[in-house]
Structure formats: structure tokens, C-alpha cells
């Protein structure tokens, strides 16, 4: 049974609708300054399912959340949703992906979280940009996924069939000019040509 202070803070939660918390904010929030009080509110608090851990020191306050995408963006930060996700999400990938792929300027990381699958693939900083906000969830624009799929398909780590791609909403001179800004190694290059080949782009 949830007791009286835990249905307070539960109510202050929902009322401030954050939806990540830290342990500071946690303390400035109950007021709890005892280390061991404020770690055993936490732990009861996952137990009861409100908040579900997600980076060191930080919970996801579950009934806050909007959507597995903002959920992905908050797990591991800095981070923006990407490759097959991004592709279904604009109807580039028919096939829905079994796990929600981000990038990351971090180290490669895997997180299960309400029972999916969420995965960051690590990039270097100066290919971490081409995305926008959606919902309040950093997504990759169609041609900055799709160039992520290449980039990592070219480097052996991730692969993607550019046959089970439909291609129609992909812009080509967007994808052109994105294109250029990554490096033109052999086989990245090949498979940039090849989607500029499409007939179908617009």
C-alpha cells in the first residue's frame, strides 16, 4: 500500500509533469535531505512503477512521459532518434524496426525500458546535427536518417536494403547537400550514388 507522503510526492511529480527527474530535484522536491531516506523513496517509487531508472542518478517519471521517442531522447543524452526508427516514423521503412534506434556522440549503449528495446549508435560530433523537434522529441529529418543508415551500413556496423526503402518523399537535393557533408569514402559514396539514381526522389 502506497503510504500518505509517497501519494504527496507521487502528486507533486504529476503536478510538475517532469518527465526525467534527478536525485537532486528529487530532494529539493520531498525535502528529504538523508541520503538513505531519499535512495529508499526512490526504490519504492520503482517498485510501485512511478519512476523507472534511466541514466545514473536520474528516473524517468512514467506517467509524464509522451512517447517512446522522448523517452529515447532522455535515456542518454546528448542523443536524437534515427536510422530504421526515424525511417518508419516517415513512412521511408514500411517494416517496423524491433528496436528504437538514436544516435549518440557517446559510447554505444543498450537500454530496455517498459519492456522495448532502445538502442544509441555512436557518432562523431560532427555528424550530430540534421534533426528537428517533433512532439518534444529530437528526430532525424528523412534524408539525415537515411544518410545515418548509409554511413553506418558503409562502416559494417548496421545494415539497411536500400531495396526495401520507399523512396518518394526523400528530397534530392537535400540528400545532395547533406551528402557532402560526410566523409566520401568508397563504398558510402557508392551507396549515395546509388539513391541519387532513384527516379523516385522528389
Known sequence: MVSYK??????IL??????????????????L??????????????KIGILEPAERGKYLVKDNLGNDFLIANLCYKPSYVSLETALNLCGILPQFPMEISSITTRRKRTKKIGGKLYVY???????????EKKE???????????????YFKSKGIKGIELEDLD???????IFKEFSHKFPPTKLFSKLVKKVLSENRLI
Request: aromatic share 8%; charged share 25%.
Open 14 to 31: 504529476r503536478k510538475e509533469r517532469l518527465p526525467l527527474v534527478s536525485i537532486n530535484l528529487l530532494r529539493d522536491l520531498t525535502g
Open 167 to 173: 523512396l518518394a518523399t526523400i528530397n534530392r537535393n
Open 121 to 131: 549508435y555512436h557518432i562523431n560530433k560532427k555528424f550530430f546535427w540534421g534533426f
Open 6 to 11: 509517497k501519494i504527496e510526492i507521487i502528486n
Open 136 to 150: 518534444d522529441a529530437l528526430i532525424a529529418l528523412p534524408e539525415k536518417a537515411l544518410l545515418d543508415s548509409l
Open 33 to 46: 535531505t538523508n541520503k538513505q531516506s531519499l535512495a529508499s523513496l526512490v526504490s519504492s517509487l520503482i
